[in-house]
T-cell receptor, first 109, second 113 residues
Framework: QKEVEQNSGPLSVPEGAIASLNCTYSDRGSQSFFWYRQYSGKSPELIMF????GDKEDGRFTAQLNKASQYVSLLIRDSQPSDSATYLCAVNMVGELVFGQGTRLTINP | SQTIHQWPATLVQPVGSPLSLECTVEGTSNPNLYWYRQAAGRGLQLLFYSVGIGQISSEVPQNLSASRPQDRQFILSSKKLLLSDSGFYLC????????????FGPGTRLTVL
């Protein structure tokens, strides 16, 4: 069973705070993990990928991966109103990119 | 750099009518191509994928079909649309099957009435 689980939210975070988005997956053999941002009415945009255990930082975004716990997260520091969107976690499972349902994030000014 | 195009951007069709959605990729050769559907308030559902010209794999049984007549062209079709075919249709491409980093086109919003 190929499953990627995310809290659907909505997650509400004040401007300037850290937003934390979480994702768990079912396939222990998965090797690549992705975070997409999707604004309302638009297509998903790839913002982060991570392949190794630990943290990967890119600007205000940090992806964290723990393969033993089958857990991947995305931290957004200094959250801005423009970060308000739905964030999709995707996991590569045997050649298929399996998506979670997405977490809706709202940044409050 | 690579660019992916989809058209039309929006489409309103009556039940029972045919459908043809087109996707083209620029700036890369022999990409893996994908069709997804996103229904309102739901996740992304993989419909078809293709690793080369004329090679189509279907993920779910349905009244839709896909074709890849050229290396960078992917077409989604139906002979007779159903109400349940309404949704946001997304084309995506990747170059590495192992890591499968996929990039999406702008999408086509289809409403079947």
């Amino acid at each position: 069973q190929k499953e990627v689980e995310q809290n659907s939210g909505p997650l509400s975070v004040p401007e300037g705070a850290i937003a934390s988005l979480n994702c768990t997956y079912s396939d222990r053999g998965s090797q690549s993990f992705f975070w997409y941002r999707q604004y309302s009415g638009k297509s998903p945009e790839l913002i982060m990928f991570i392949y190794s255990n630990g943290d990967k930082e890119d600007g205000r975004f940090t992806a964290q991966l723990n393969k033993a716990s089958q857990y991947v997260s995305l931290l957004i520091r200094d959250s801005q109103p423009s970060d308000s969107a739905t964030y999709l976690c995707a996991v590569n499972m045997v050649g298929e990119l399996v998506f979670g349902q997405g977490t809706r994030l709202t940044i409050n000014p | 750099s690579q660019t992916i195009h989809q058209w039309p951007a929006t489409l309103v069709q009556p039940v029972g009518s045919p459908l043809s959605l087109e996707c083209t990729v620029e700036g890369t050769s022999n990409p893996n191509l994908y069709w997804y559907r996103q229904a309102a308030g739901r996740g992304l559902q993989l419909l078809f994928y293709s690793v080369g010209i004329g090679q189509i794999s279907s993920e779910v049984p349905q009244n839709l079909s896909a074709s890849r007549p050229q290396d960078r062209q992917f077409i989604l079709s139906s002979k007779k649309l159903l109400l349940s075919d309404s949704g946001f249709y997304l084309c995506a491409w990747s170059v590495r099957w192992d890591y499968n980093e996929q990039f999406f086109g702008p999408g086509t919003r289809l409403t079947v009435l």
